[in-house]
């Protein structure tokens, strides 16, 4: 008998593949009564495979009394409550490293999007602005600004390695500094976005914690700054985000996240100084192959008994 799972997020067509050929695969968000399919499945249901994005609720652990193992097709980790999980017993697995390198080129792309308008300017062309011959606005030189990067791990560092070549300065803001880092430390999200012209969110947030980038963070960024945000949308208050964008306070945002995806504060749409993305920095064929067979890999360990291959 193959081992039964709950999928709980939408997968890749690898993954699917992987699972479809390991396990009986009961897939949540398709069920027309999921709290019937729930009850049926529930005393059998040893691992849960999810997203990063979506995570799983306290309620959802709680309604599978029999979960051993969370399997997180991704990093992040502010959609499950670690404590809670580890006080049932279950374990967590991520997919780290593979998604890495992809995830800065995003933001390195972003921010070359951002500062030399790309979006915007196809717009333009498309809408028959160019050959109607209206002006098009300048961009801003990526080359030589000063950037900031909020949250220098694995990721951030791969995003500082990238901006190296064309960086006037790289700082950072973590919660303490890195001894290894030759980067120049701020100890506040606010101290970094007021000495840099160009300011990325690359750290990791736990749920129920306050936004790290607020009003304060954006004004101290001020009229001529980029934000960029790879990270996780909740830990931004989109609200101030979009007045300052509404009202320039800040020159221009790339979003690939937001706190309630796909949803978010329609305004955004209208305003050319924003590029926005559908959660993109782990999406390309390669990353996503590497992600499922990682997350495959621990299913199988875990069914096996043996050591996960990368557990939290
Ligand atoms: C994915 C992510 O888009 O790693 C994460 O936490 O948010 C992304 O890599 C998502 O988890 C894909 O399922």
Redesign the pocket.
């Known amino acids: 008998m193959r081992p039964e799972i709950l999928l709980v ?4 067509p690898w993954l699917d593949q992987g699972l479809t050929e390991g396990y009986e695969v009961h897939r949540l968000s398709e069920a027309d009564q999921p709290e019937a399919l729930l009850a049926e499945i529930a005393p059998r249901i040893r691992a849960l495979v999810t ?4 995570g799983a609720s306290n309620a959802l652990i709680d309604a599978l009394p029999a979960l051993g193992l969370i399997a ?6 502010d959609r499950i409550d670690l404590a809670h999980a580890r006080a049932r017993g279950i374990a967590v697995t ?2 780290p490293d593979v ?1 890495t390198d992809d ?1 800065a080129d995003m933001a390195l792309a972003l921010v070359l999007a951002l500062s030399r308008r790309i979006a915007a300017n196809d717009r333009h062309v498309r809408a028959g602005r160019w050959e109607a011959g209206m002006p098009v606005p300048l961009g801003r030189s990526a080359t030589g600004r000063r950037y900031g990067i909020i949250g220098l791990g694995q990721i951030g560092s791969a995003i500082a390695k990238r901006l190296r070549p064309l960086a006037g300065e790289i700082a950072y803001h973590n919660r303490r500094p890195l001894p290894a880092s030759n980067y120049h430390y701020h100890d506040s999200a606010v101290g970094l976005a007021e000495a840099v012209d160009t300011l990325i969110l690359a750290a990791s947030s736990k749920a129920g914690e306050p936004p790290i980038v607020d009003q304060a963070v954006l004004d101290a960024l001020g009229p001529d700054g980029l934000f960029v945000n790879i990270a ?1 949308g909740a830990a931004v208050d989109e609200e101030a985000l979009v007045a300052a964008l509404r009202e320039s306070r800040i020159a221009g945002a790339a979003l690939d ?1 937001f706190a309630d995806e796909p949803r978010m504060t329609h305004e955004l749409w209208s305003l050319d100084t924003v590029v926005l993305q559908p ?5 390309t064929r390669e990353t996503r192959i590497a ?1 499922a067979d990682l997350l495959l890999a621990n299913l199988a360990a875990f069914f096996a008994g043996e050591a996960l291959v990368t557990p939290v």
């Open positions: 997020a939408d997968s890749s997203s990063g994005a979506k997180v097709h991704g990093v992040g980790l991520t997919t998604l995830v996780r996240v959660h993109q920095g782990s999406a992600m």
